[in-house]
T-cell receptor
Framework: KNEVEQSPQNLTAQEGEFITINCSYSVGISALHWLQQHPGGGIVSLFMLSSGKKKHGRLIATINIQEKHSSLHITASHPRDSAVYIC???????????WGAGTKLIIKP | KAGVTQTPRYLIKTRGQQVTLSCSPI?????VSWYQQTPGQGLQFLFE???????NKGNFPGRFSGRQFSNSRSEMNVSTLELGDSALYLC?????????????FGSGTRLTVV
């Protein structure tokens, strides 16, 4: 079993829909990252969380440390949100980043 | 403020050759980490450098090595290339190590081994 599991693996939605991507992990962490990778390959760091909730524009990220779970939400989704969203956790013991497999999101106009 | 610069962007090598990739972090960032991304395996951690010292290493064979210079620029080297080494190699820079400061990624070097 992978230490970081993301769901769903693939998600297709219509423009305007509310999107939720989930990330569960099994190790102790010092921080959790959400990143976005566009088809060209470039990766952009969206959020870094160690507790609670963060919001940036239409993106919201939450984390529940006790349940070892994080969610990334996108409100009023737009085709430009189409990308792979990756969850990564920083292990509390060795500080190594452990990556989820990513969620491929397609937003149709 | 310049971003993370990786060179070259694209590279084609033949089996058995070696390759060196370069990563220049954001000015002031002292931590550089390297990742391999393949369609089948996703993102895999290679190693992380801070202050010219390797601080973390992923599960890759010894053919994969790296180093960091005093100006924080980093290089990774792959010797005796195999077809399976074809991948996008990404580096990311961060202000520090341990306590998270967030990461900024370069655009990557796409290596094709033929």
């Amino acid at each position: 079993k992978n230490e970081v599991e993301q769901s769903p693996q693939n998600l297709t939605a219509q423009e305007g829909e509310f999107i939720t991507i989930n990330c569960s992990y099994s190790v102790g962490i010092s921080a959790l990252h959400w990143l976005q990778q566009h088809p060209g390959g470039g990766i952009v760091s969206l959020f870094m969380l160690s507790s609670g909730k963060k919001k940036h524009g239409r993106l919201i990220a939450t984390i529940n440390i006790q349940e070892k779970h994080s969610s990334l939400h996108i409100t009023a989704s737009h085709p430009r949100d189409s990308a792979v969203y990756i969850c990564a956790v920083r292990g509390a013991s060795n500080y190594q980043l452990i990556w989820g497999a990513g969620t491929k999101l397609i937003i149709k106009p | 403020k310049a971003g993370v610069t990786q060179t070259p962007r694209y590279l084609i090598k033949t089996r058995g050759q070696q390759v060196t990739l370069s990563c220049s972090p954001i000015s002031g960032h002292r931590s550089v980490s390297w990742y391999q991304q393949t369609p089948g395996q996703g993102l895999q951690f290679l190693f992380e450098y801070f202050s010219e010292t390797q601080r973390n290493k992923g599960n890759f064979p010894g053919r994969f090595s790296g180093r960091q210079f005093s100006n924080s620029r980093s290089e990774m080297n792959v010797s005796t290339l195999e077809l399976g080494d074809s991948a996008l190699y990404l580096c990311a820079s961060s202000l520090g190590l341990g306590q998270d400061y967030g990461y900024t990624f370069g655009s990557g070097t796409r290596l094709t081994v033929v």
